[in-house]
């Protein structure tokens, strides 16, 4: 008989947030047979999976509105953390018992899934497996973004747009950590709070008088010229101001459209000012500079470990309640990472 496993399934495309017991309307569903995977290849790896971060791409993807479509049904998901239980014959990287965190395309939502060694990254000790689920996505993406794409140097001014999103706070405690002047944009005192928490010189809410004028304040008042670094996974209006404090030389960092709205950066503005802009996808690294991508996830788990870094998770929630976790997301009430946890609930000690 084929063994099965739990796994949340998404059954048609449609609206995450409808609840589970709707199974009408629902897109997704809980199941306890959903086929358990097999070894795919000689340097396959399987893992229990402990926790699995939700991400604004999981919404999408469950909508049908994300680049990447897997054939229905499938199990969603990406980041994960977990136990290896079972390995190749060929895996060198990892072995059976080893503590494990990384990324796939989907099918982390689900308590075991088969991936490449290649997927896969140790945790250290002093790194919990709650955190280390949180990890690879929003911290992997913000490091390449500010260290190997913009080169952010200490003393240079950070601009964050999204501030208290997932990506967003960690472009902030990560822009700290590499002695940046950090600038935060969040809308509603919750988030703006948090952010003063974590240590951004400067935060503010732009909902009453938007970006220019209070950062342009706040720039002179520390005889500062301009933006170094604008790092915007929002689009639309707020980039097009932030735009207007970027200074000659400076570094766009272009991570997502969460606002819906594509912006469009002026040719001639960025030739006359030498911008440089960068487009980040985080996932395309493991194909085209992995070693680059592994060195950094090291990297970010160790200060993970060594507490120099705080992995904020503002929601956790089991599987069953996942429409929760999606609607968290899709109502922008997200401070930092949701994550979904495989067990009744993971202790951070």
């Known amino acids: 008989m084929e063994a099965k496993i739990r796994a949340l399934v998404v059954k048609k495309l449609g609206d995450p947030k409808v609840p589970l017991s ?28 402990k926790a699995t971060s939700v991400n604004f791409s999981t919404v999408l993807q469950i909508q049908g509105l994300y680049q990447e479509k897997p054939k229905l049904p499938f199990v969603p998901g990406g ?37 490449d060694e290649s997927e896969m990254f140790l945790v250290p000790s002093g790194c919990d497996l709650l955190t280390a689920g949180a990890v690879p996505v929003v911290y992997g993406t913000s490091h390449l973004a500010l260290e190997h794409r913009a080169n952010l140097r200490p003393g240079q001014v950070l601009l964050v747009l999204g501030a208290a999103g997932g990506v967003g706070l960690a472009a902030v405690q990560l ?97 006359v000012k030498n911008w440089t802009v ?10 085209h500079q992995p070693d680059t991508l592994r060195d950094s996830m090291k990297r970010l788990l160790n200060w993970v470990a060594d507490g120099k870094l705080n992995v904020h998770i503002s929601n956790q929630f089991p599987l069953s309640q996942a429409n929760l976790a999606f609607a968290t997301i899709m109502d922008r009430k997200v401070i930092g990472k949701v994550v979904l946890v495989l067990e009744e609930r993971l202790s951070r000690l």
């Open 22 to 49: 709707d199974g009408e309307r629902c897109p997704v569903e809980e199941t306890r047979s959903w086929p358990r995977p097999a070894l795919a290849s000689p340097t396959s790896v399987r893992v229990k999976v």
């Open 278 to 287: 960068h487009g980040l996808y985080w996932g395309s690294y493991a194909i």
């Open 79 to 115: 980041d994960f953390s977990g136990v290896v239980t079972e390995v190749g014959p060929q895996v060198t990287k990892v072995k059976v018992g080893d503590r494990v965190c990384g990324l796939v395309n989907y099918g982390s939502f689900a308590e075991e899934f088969v991936a």
């Open 175 to 271: 822009g700290k950590l590499m002695g940046a002047i950090v600038i935060a944009v969040a809308r509603g005192k919750e988030k703006v709070d948090l952010l003063k928490s974590q240590g951004a010189d400067f935060v503010l809410d732009p909902t009453q008088e938007g970006i220019l004028k209070p950062v342009q304040a706040f720039l002179k008042s520390r005889k500062l010229k301009g933006v170094d670094v604008l790092y915007d996974p929002v689009g639309g209006k707020l980039h097009k101001e932030a735009l207007k404090l970027v200074k000659w030389g400076g570094h766009i960092l272009i991570i997502g459209f969460a606002s819906g709205e594509i912006p469009s950066i002026p040719a001639n503005i960025a030739l």
